[in-house]
């Protein structure tokens, strides 16, 4: 099946704490990104990827990292999570010739306390 | 810069009635949009997009949009609701060469029996 999966899907942690959430996509697309969602605001863009190794800002990128080291592979780093983190988080996929076309993955919730 | 603009965070209807769901937009370049849809607790789902060729779009679950680029608007439809349209719905629009996605803030919608 065809899909792009999360983990962890729940998550909460405390001030400072590294943590990573991974996303995989098993439908070989080259771009890759994530979103964050709060009430209110929609989704907004963090990072993306255009394929492996290219990586850039979104429109809400302080306090994250990504890497593509791989091309079904798009974690997002938090190095030093803070509570203004605390959101719901979605990693989407497309292919090259058909950027629009997003699939989104089921999300993961972060409460950072 | 693209923007997409919806009317009325909250929207109730009865059972049976038309659903109208508010989506203005912004582009510099002719659009593609899109209409999702989340279900409480889950992922967002592709309902239905525009990109560029009938300007009446038909989705999954009887839902349909019409692109009307004389108001830059593309408003979601259904002729009669059903309990289970209960949900949040994002109309979004094509970002550019970033290849993000400029979602509204939503509308959640709520279907009374």
């Known amino acids: 099946e065809a899909q792009v999966t999360q983990n962890p899907r729940y998550l909460i942690t405390v001030t400072g704490k590294k943590l990573t959430v991974t996303c995989s996509q098993n439908?070989?697309?080259?771009?890759m990104s994530w979103y964050r969602q709060d009430p209110g605001l929609g989704l907004r863009q963090i990072y993306y990827?255009?394929?492996?190794?290219?990586?850039d800002k979104g429109d809400v990128p302080e306090g994250y990292k990504v890497s593509r080291k791989e091309k079904r592979n798009f974690p997002l780093i938090l190095e030093s999570p803070s509570p203004n983190q605390t959101s719901l988080y979605f990693c989407?996929?497309?292919?090259?010739?058909?950027?629009?076309?997003?699939?989104f993955g089921p999300g993961t919730r972060l409460t950072v306390l | 810069a693209q923007s997409v603009t919806q009317l009325g965070s909250h929207v109730s209807v009865s059972e049976g009635a038309l659903v109208l769901l508010r989506c203005n937009y912004s582009?510099?370049?002719?659009?593609?949009l899109f209409w999702y849809v989340q279900y409480p607790n889950q992922g967002l789902q592709l309902l239905l997009k525009?990109?560029?060729?009938?300007?009446l779009v038909k989705g999954i679950n009887g839902f349909e949009a019409e692109f009307k680029k004389s108001e830059t608007s593309f408003h979601l439809t259904k002729p009669s609701a059903h309990m289970s349209d209960a949900a949040e719905y994002f109309c979004?629009?094509?970002?550019?060469?970033?290849?993000?996605?400029?979602f509204g803030k939503g509308t959640k919608l709520s279907v009374k029996p």
């Open positions: 525009y990109t560029s060729a009938a300007t």
């Open positions: 989407a996929s497309s292919p090259r010739d058909s950027l629009n076309e997003q699939f």
């Open positions: 990827s255009m394929n492996v190794e290219v990586t």
């Open positions: 439908m070989n697309h080259e771009y």
């Open positions: 582009s510099s370049v002719p659009p593609y």
């Open positions: 979004a629009v094509s970002g550019g060469s970033q290849g993000n996605l400029i």
